[in-house]
């Protein structure tokens, strides 16, 4: 049983419907696995287990009758604190939440469920996910699976934790700069960011309503592919026969090298060539454009953020982590004309960068220009806490600007991911190419 919480969760579906595994018996394994190994609450907020458990036991009815109402039918999955779980404290990580109980599920939550997903509890994230480091002295900082001490990535810190130390078969995060690619690219896992608009945000606690999306952590590309159809109501796409050859791959110089830290700039450069010797045609540009996105994503992210948040944190400003309450009060300095100006300049920039990438199937960049920092460091020093910050957000925040959907594949070197950047709406496409790339990758 053991071996389970090692499985992918498409590998476990597969299992059920042949009959060699009981959805209530590995439910059950899972939450055992919750009590004895996070006793102290660090990965799940709170654990779901009278839901869970009747999930299981349907899913378990389902299967004895061969009913079965997806290939993730009776799978166990986390979830991130910021969607709503109808009856279940939903904090977003933040004191300023403190007991809130929604009546019903976040609606990709709803959809998951109508596929026979099992829900196995809320897992810690950083205070209303903004910030990619996954530091939460208010409520808790989650494990980095390669070394404790480092930090775990963020906003999805848990959810990644949660599948990394094999205490559920996958977890669903949310991304708005980089919460699920920094976290899955630290943990050595697959992390799948959806394009804007792809997946509803009703009942998910917003950041930037602009720039949220919901997206899986997993242990393959298969699973992320799986995960997406699951929280769509969809099929999904069919990954079989993926290849490399005759693919044009973009690595992208502007930006997301520089600055880029030894380690995770060697694995990036592996990687490409392992993609390359696979039969990936790598070509290497620039693209001005994406110098000036970065310049206006102060103005755009913090801005809607604290507009979003500005009466609540206002209220009780004493019960947030001060570097990231300081992150939202940025938003402060920037006026409605500005904010205008900036999202109608993005536009123009974002024409800009899908004529000059059409032709390749995906732009390559390093997940995170830095491996997880200390986190004694980060809670010691604020000006630290700031610079990790926004250089770990700044690579993945390329995709959130151009509104793209993105892809992180582990590198095989810890903590160092490569995504792979596609149009928006794109994600079958990507998936396909994921699946290829991480044959080759592995």
Same mark, same amino acid.
């Given at each position: 049983m053991h071996d389970w919480r090692k499985m992918t969760a498409g590998d476990l579906g597969r299992a059920i419907?042949?009959?060699?595994?009981?959805?209530?018996?590995?439910?059950?394994c899972f939450l055992d696995a919750i009590r004895a190994e996070d006793p102290d609450h660090r990965i799940y907020?709170?654990?779901?287990?009278?839901?869970?458990? !009747?999930? %299981?036991?349907? /899913?378990?009815?389902? &299967?004895? +009758? *061969?009913?079965?109402?997806?290939?993730?039918?009776?799978?166990?999955?986390s979830w991130k604190d910021l969607f709503d779980t109808a009856g279940t404290v939903t904090e977003a990580g933040s004191h300023l939440l403190a007991g809130r109980v929604p009546a019903a599920d976040a609606e990709v939550l709803r959809k998951a469920t109508l596929q026979g997903l099992v829900c196995l509890g809320k897992t810690h994230m950083t205070e209303l996910a903004f910030s990619g480091l996954g530091v939460?002295?208010?409520?808790?900082?989650?494990?980095?699976?390669?070394?404790?001490?480092?930090?775990?990535?963020?906003?999805?810190?848990? !959810?990644? %934790?949660?599948? /990394?130390?094999?205490? &559920?078969? +996958? *977890?669903i995060g949310s991304d708005t700069g980089g919460s699920v690619r920094i976290p899955a690219a630290w943990n050595d896992l697959v992390g799948l960011k959806t394009t804007s608009g792809r997946l509803p945000l009703t009942?998910?606690?917003?950041?930037?309503?602009?720039?949220?999306?919901?997206?899986?952590?997993?242990?393959?590309?298969?699973?992320?592919?799986?995960?997406?159809?699951?929280?769509?109501?969809?099929?999904?796409?069919?990954?079989?026969?993926?290849?490399?050859?005759?693919?044009?791959?973009?690595?992208?110089?502007?930006?997301?090298?520089?600055?880029?830290?030894?380690?995770?700039? %060697?694995?990036?450069?592996?990687?490409?060539a392992r993609l390359q010797a696979a039969g990936a045609r790598i070509e290497r540009g620039t693209a001005p454009e994406l110098a000036e996105a970065q310049g206006l994503s102060g103005v755009l992210f913090t801005t809607e953020a604290y507009g979003t948040w500005a009466?609540?944190?206002?209220?009780?400003?004493?019960?947030?982590?001060?570097?990231?309450?300081?992150?939202?009060?940025?938003?402060?300095?920037?006026?409605?004309?500005e904010y205008v100006a900036a999202w109608r300049r993005l536009r123009e920039l974002r024409a800009l960068w899908?004529?000059?990438?059409?032709?390749?199937?995906?732009?390559?960049?390093?997940?995170?220009?830095?491996?997880?920092p200390d986190v004694a460091r980060l809670l010691a020093d604020e000006d630290y806490f700031t610079t990790e910050n926004l250089l770990a957000l700044?690579?993945?925040?390329?995709?959130?600007?151009m509104g793209l959907c993105?892809?992180?594949?582990?590198?095989?070197?810890?903590?160092?991911?490569?995504t792979l950047l596609a149009a928006p709406m794109a994600e079958e496409r990507l998936l396909r190419l994921g699946a290829a790339a991480e044959a080759a990758l592995a």
């Open positions: 419907g042949a009959g060699r595994i009981d959805p209530l018996e590995l439910t059950a907020a709170r654990a779901t287990e009278a839901r869970a458990l !009747a999930e %299981a036991e349907a /899913a378990s009815a389902r &299967a004895r +009758a *061969g009913h079965r109402l997806s290939q993730l039918d009776g799978v166990p999955m939460n002295p208010m409520t808790a900082t989650p494990p980095n699976v390669n070394d404790s001490t480092l930090a775990p990535g963020g906003s999805s810190s848990g !959810a990644a %934790a949660s599948v /990394a130390f094999g205490l &559920a078969a +996958a *977890g009942g998910v606690v917003p950041l930037c309503e602009s720039f949220d999306t919901v997206g899986p952590l997993t242990r393959n590309v298969e699973d992320a592919a799986l995960l997406l159809a699951a929280m769509e109501g969809s099929a999904a796409p069919d990954l079989r026969g993926a290849t490399l050859a005759g693919t044009r791959l973009l690595v992208m110089e502007t930006v997301a090298l520089a600055d880029c830290r030894e380690a995770p700039l %060697a694995a990036f450069e592996n990687a490409v009466d609540r944190i206002e209220s009780e400003p004493e019960k947030m982590y001060a570097p990231v309450r300081e992150r939202f009060r940025l938003g402060n300095r920037f006026t409605g004309a899908h004529a000059r990438t059409a032709g390749f199937d995906a732009v390559l960049v390093p997940t995170s220009p830095i491996l997880p700044r690579n993945t925040r390329i995709g959130n600007l993105g892809l992180t594949l582990p590198t095989g070197i810890p903590s160092c991911g490569i």
